[in-house]
């Protein structure tokens, strides 16, 4: 999916309440960015879930970008740690650029121009990653980033949005081979997660070809209406205002 561009791969850019937060900028993402008008020094953050390159590819150049290649130092990263050594994701040069790097940790509370987000619990995935939940004046929602299932997932995420990286149509069983992936959630996982929680809105994303296939709109389709929930197959470029959780249903 991502080598063909077959779905775009740039991340999700967060404007809470003027503080702009870029997570997870893979491949494309300073060209999607600048398309979109989005300005990178506006950023006050980038948080880089893992270290995959889906996730993390453009992370050095969205530095150079937010930073306007050091010449207006600002802005912190939140990474892995694996992330930093021993491969560094971001080169040691363009570090110092930033105010701050931290690392994240399971259990992790961090906060950024008046807004705080958690990284509650390590995933099952190959390297070191959290999911997020992040906290506005006006309100709380959860990305649930690669991850294969697990029974205490449901407990660390909630809010009234949860945003789920959902690459299969069903759930891979274990494999111990490298080449196979099979650490990622299934629509079956996403909908046990949907139900469980009960947010007002959910979106799926991070699509693999063969749930491409099964076109993924159609899919969010039967789902909201087998929940009871609105449930959104992300588009490339898609925008989701906060605002339409206020909205009763
Ligand atoms: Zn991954």
């Not at 993402?29 to 889906?54: F, P």
Request: hydrophobic share 40%; with cysteine; charged share 20%.
């Amino acid at each position: 999916m991502i080598t063909s561009q077959t779905l775009a791969s740039g991340g999700l850019w967060l404007n809470l309440g003027g503080t702009q937060i870029l997570v997870d900028p893979g491949p494309g993402c300073i060209v999607r960015a600048t398309d979109k008008k989005l300005n990178a020094e506006n950023l006050s953050a980038i948080i880089l879930s893992h270290l995959h390159l889906d996730h993390s590819a453009d992370m050095n150049i969205m530095v150079e970008a937010m930073t306007k290649s050091g010449h207006n130092q600002h802005g912190v990263l939140f990474l892995p740690p694996d992330a930093l050594a021993p491969e560094p994701v971001v080169f040691s040069y363009l570090r110092n650029y930033v105010d701050r790097v931290v690392v994240l940790e399971e259990g992790g509370e961090y906060s950024v121009d008046g807004i705080s987000f958690t990284t509650p619990v390590r995933h099952i995935h190959k390297p070191i990653t959290y999911g997020i939940v992040f906290k506005t004046p006006r309100h709380t929602f959860s990305y649930i980033t690669d991850t294969r299932f697990f029974d205490d997932l449901c407990r660390h995420y909630g809010g009234e949005l949860l945003i789920i990286n959902t690459l299969f149509l069903e759930p891979r069983p274990e494999s111990t081979d490298p080449l196979l992936p099979t650490d990622h959630l299934g629509i079956t996982d996403a909908e046990k997660i949907i139900r469980e929680l009960k947010p007002k809105t959910a979106i799926i994303t991070h699509f693999g070809m063969g749930l491409w296939q099964a076109r993924p709109q159609k899919i969010a389709g039967s789902l909201t209406e087998k929940l009871g929930i609105k449930v959104i197959a992300a588009r490339d470029g898609m925008e989701f205002d906060l605002g339409e959780l206020d909205i009763d249903k």
